[in-house]
């Protein structure tokens, strides 16, 4: 079983479009994340979520909106997408809000912007 | 403004040598001081982890060694095997209030050699 999963995985889109990226995770967590790694493979926290409330919103452009139906699912829509956006998106989850629990990643979403 | 430096960005070992990776921290508040594992294609996973208050972790050939006056850790893989070439990314966070943000290290693109 899949504990974090991410789809689609590949994504490949046209500038100004719109797309979403869905995340699921059946560890049973309260916690979950967006993460973005660049093409020189940098890993930065683009949002979280504890219980559905947003904790993290590190100064992303607002074209991008997380939204977290339930506890399970963490959603990203980007809007009018630029072609800076193409990169690897990770979703993570973590038992709870605290500095010492393992975040558990999912496999990515490959963006490509044309 | 990057609060955690990792060296070397790559790094080339014969099977059965020892990999050495540092990084160094910024910020005192960090308590939390994990290494993630990332292979090609798939998002990263958690390795090990040491809290600031000690000095060595151990779990199996992985060890962390960490240096709380120096604001410097590392990670030492013992008897280097092919299956352990991958991308290894130091990480540090500040407790609950922060909502867990990993800051992330540059990464470290490991090699070993058969």
């Known amino acids: 079983d899949t504990a974090v999963s991410q789809t689609p995985k590949y994504l490949v889109t046209q500038m100004g479009n719109d797309k979403s990226i869905k995340c699921e995770q059946n560890?049973?967590?309260?916690?979950m994340y967006w993460y973005k790694q660049d093409s020189k493979k940098f890993l930065k926290i683009m949002f979280s979520?504890?219980?559905?409330?947003?904790?993290i919103n590190e100064t992303v452009p607002n074209r991008f909106s997380p939204k977290s139906p339930d506890k399970a699912h963490l959603n990203l829509h980007i809007n009018s997408l630029e072609l800076g956006d193409s990169a690897v998106y990770f979703c993570?989850?973590?038992?709870?809000?605290?500095?010492?629990?393992?975040?558990?990643f999912g496999d990515g979403t490959r963006l490509s912007i044309l | 403004q990057q609060q955690v430096k990792q060296s070397p960005q790559s790094l080339i070992v014969q099977k059965g040598g020892i990999s050495i990776i540092n990084c160094a921290y910024e910020?005192?508040?960090?308590?939390?001081f994990p290494w993630y594992q990332q292979f090609p294609g798939k998002g990263p996973a958690l390795l090990i982890a040491?809290?600031?208050?000690?000095s060595e972790k151990k779990e199996g050939r992985f060890t962390i060694s960490f240096n709380k006056s120096a604001k410097q850790f590392s990670l030492h893989i013992m008897d280097s095997q092919p299956g352990d070439s991958a991308t290894y990314f130091c990480?540090?966070?500040?407790?609950?209030?922060?909502?867990?943000?990993?800051?992330f290290g540059e990464g470290t693109q490991l090699t070993v050699n058969p």
């Open positions: 993570a989850s973590s038992q709870a809000l605290h500095s010492n629990q393992p975040q558990h």
């Open positions: 560890l049973g967590h309260d916690t």
């Open positions: 979520y504890n219980n559905k409330e947003l904790i």
């Open positions: 910020n005192t508040a960090f308590d939390y």
């Open positions: 040491i809290r600031p208050d000690v």
């Open positions: 990480a540090a966070s500040i407790g609950e209030t922060s909502g867990s943000r990993l800051t």
